[in-house]
């Protein structure tokens, strides 16, 4: 088999190659049917993260419709290891389902790798650090980053800006994987020099501030007199406590003076924070 990546045409193009019965499976016009028993989880899985919710939607498909696309897996032993459609697995085991469809492949590491990525960044299916993270598994294969681009279909920048969040320090990796920041948000702490990565990370959790407004971020320097960026945390409530009666966001500034700031996205929203606040709008 040759080791240049065929993931240029798709999955389909990949699918569509002969495949070689297993012992104990049921040949279909290239799709077999394997016990589930027999069928091990993917040793190169990038997506590390399966929605409850989410499968236990597509175990009711299942019960309902059966499993529409087969599995691919690769021999492994006795077993059969999965390379693409562990979400199908997983619910087909809460489906209670006995016999799976495959299609067998005889992959090695790496094309197993870089079809289980491809996979999942089809779907859509990848959290940001789980795309750097599948990225640097196939540097860790041997590719450089040309090749992973040309591997997956992506920019090299695409590739190269993914596999920059992984330089994050533990607290923003953290907050990124947990949702707590974006990418967006992880791009702007890395513009920051490194003495001030930390720093930023909690102006953007404490504050809810945007990617726009991240990106906007400066540090005094630690000479001058120190500047409050913060409001005090009796006005943090009062910001909290005017957003859940208004339904929009709201910021105060300032201490004994100061200014409070309503936002609004449409001209229906503001009718709506007027119409709270007993005001209309002049035409």
């Known amino acids: 088999m ?8 798709g999955l389909d193009a990949l699918l569509a190659r002969p495949v070689a019965e297993a012992a104990g499976t049921v040949s279909s016009g290239g799709v077999q049917t394997l ?27 299942i019960r309902e ?10 021999p492994r032993g ?38 289980a990525i491809v996979e999942n960044l089809q779907r859509e299916d990848l959290g940001p650090l789980e795309e750097a993270r599948a990225y640097q ?55 920051q020099p490194d003495a001030d990565r930390a720093w930023a990370l909690e102006q953007i959790t ?7 407004e991240a990106e906007a971020l400066r540090r005094e320097s630690r000479t001058a007199a120190p500047i409050k960026v913060n409001p ?20 105060i500034t300032g201490e004994d003076k100061g200014k409070i700031e309503l936002n609004y996205s449409s001209r229906e929203e503001l009718d709506r924070v007027l119409g709270l606040l007993g005001l209309e709008a002049g035409e």
């Open 2 to 9: 040759s080791k240049k990546s065929s993931l240029g045409r």
């Open 35 to 61: 016990d589930i028993s027999r069928i091990v989880q993917a040793a190169y899985q990038p997506r590390q993260v399966f929605d409850p919710g989410s499968l236990a939607e597509l175990a009711q498909s």
């Open 65 to 74: 419709q059966g499993v529409l696309q087969p599995l691919l897996v690769r």
């Open 78 to 115: 006795e077993s059969f290891e999965i390379v693409a459609g562990e979400r199908r697995w997983r619910a087909s085991q809460l489906a209670g389902l006995s016999e799976l469809p495959v299609i067998i492949r005889d992959l090695g590491d790496r094309e197993a790798l870089e079809i």
């Open 137 to 191: 598994a196939l540097l860790d294969h041997g590719l450089n980053q040309e090749r992973v681009a040309q591997a997956v279909g992506k920019g090299r920048s695409t590739v190269s800006n993914a596999l920059r969040l992984l330089t994050l320090g533990e607290g923003a990796l953290r907050a990124l994987d947990g949702g707590q920041i974006s990418a967006g948000h992880a791009r702007a702490i890395l513009a």
């Open 206 to 212: 404490s504050r809810g501030l945007n990617v726009r």
């Open 232 to 251: 005090p945390r009796t006005y943090r409530q009062l910001e909290l406590d005017l957003s859940r009666r208004t339904g929009t966001r709201v910021r």
